[in-house]
């Protein structure tokens, strides 16, 4: 069964810090991975696609990377900020189209000043 | 994404009430899908559609139905609600492409007594 594992769970971090978040996942064929963000309350929005051949996105202070080979994603968050604080999400593709997706069930993060 | 849009955001049922979910996109996407997203679990696809003649299952559909009025309009029913479908449901657009960006709604958020 195709599986999205995050870690951590959740966490805690000082405004202005930074902080990676993990996401290992089973799903074969891979086509792409994604990054998104969901505020509290508000549906998820898309922070960063990359496919098979690519191994580093960026937006802005958001910076993802991805080792095929071992299966693994990160998101870099830098120099965080109160608004950061959301849960974050990575969606693993096992083929074209949105209904092959696999979803992991979040990196919760709680900025504090 | 204000391009698309649910209602109602909120909603109490009782158990064995039909209620329906809407969701409306003027983004011109093809392609529409609803989730449900329960505390600790991923986001799980419902139904999706990807034009108006087609509607597809997706992982957990029982207990559920959907039309695809239009291009821009794709609803979601519960035809005898059960208290475990108490959750979050999200609608979401995409457009076809090898990493198409899913574009999620607000959220409904229903209650079934």
């Known amino acids: 069964k195709n599986q999205v594992e995050q870690s951590p769970q959740s966490l805690i971090i000082l405004e202005g810090k930074n902080c990676t978040l993990q996401?290992?996942?089973?799903?074969?064929?891979?086509?792409?991975l994604r990054w998104y963000k969901q505020d509290t309350g508000r549906g998820p929005v898309s922070l960063t696609i990359?496919?098979?051949?690519?191994n580093t996105k960026s937006n802005g202070r958001y910076t993802a990377t991805l080792d095929a080979d071992t299966k693994q994603s990160s998101l870099h968050i830098t120099a965080s900020q109160l608004s950061d604080s959301a849960s974050y999400i990575c969606?693993?593709?096992?083929?074209?189209?949105?209904?092959?997706?696999?979803f992991g069930k979040g990196n919760q993060v709680v900025v504090i000043p | 994404d204000a391009d698309v849009t649910q209602t109602p955001r909120n909603r109490i049922t009782k158990t064995g009430k039909r209620i329906m979910l809407e969701c409306s996109q003027t983004?011109?996407?093809?392609?529409m899908y609803w989730y449900r997203q329960d505390p600790g679990l991923g986001l799980r696809l419902i139904y999706y559609?990807?034009?108006?003649?087609?509607?597809n299952k997706g992982e957990i559909s029982d207990g559920y139905s959907v039309s695809r009025q239009a291009q821009a309009k794709f609803s979601l029913s519960l035809e005898s609600a059960i208290p475990n479908q108490t959750a979050l449901y999200f609608c979401?657009?995409?457009?076809?492409?090898?990493?198409?960006?899913?574009?999620f709604g607000p959220g409904t958020r229903l209650l079934v007594l």
């Open positions: 979401a657009t995409s457009e076809p492409g090898q990493a198409e960006t899913q574009y």
């Open positions: 996401c290992n996942y089973t799903v074969s064929p891979f086509s792409n």
């Open positions: 990359m496919t098979f051949s690519e």
């Open positions: 969606v693993v593709s096992s083929g074209y189209g949105n209904n092959r997706l696999a």
């Open positions: 983004k011109g996407h093809d392609r």
């Open positions: 559609s990807f034009d108006v003649k087609d509607i």
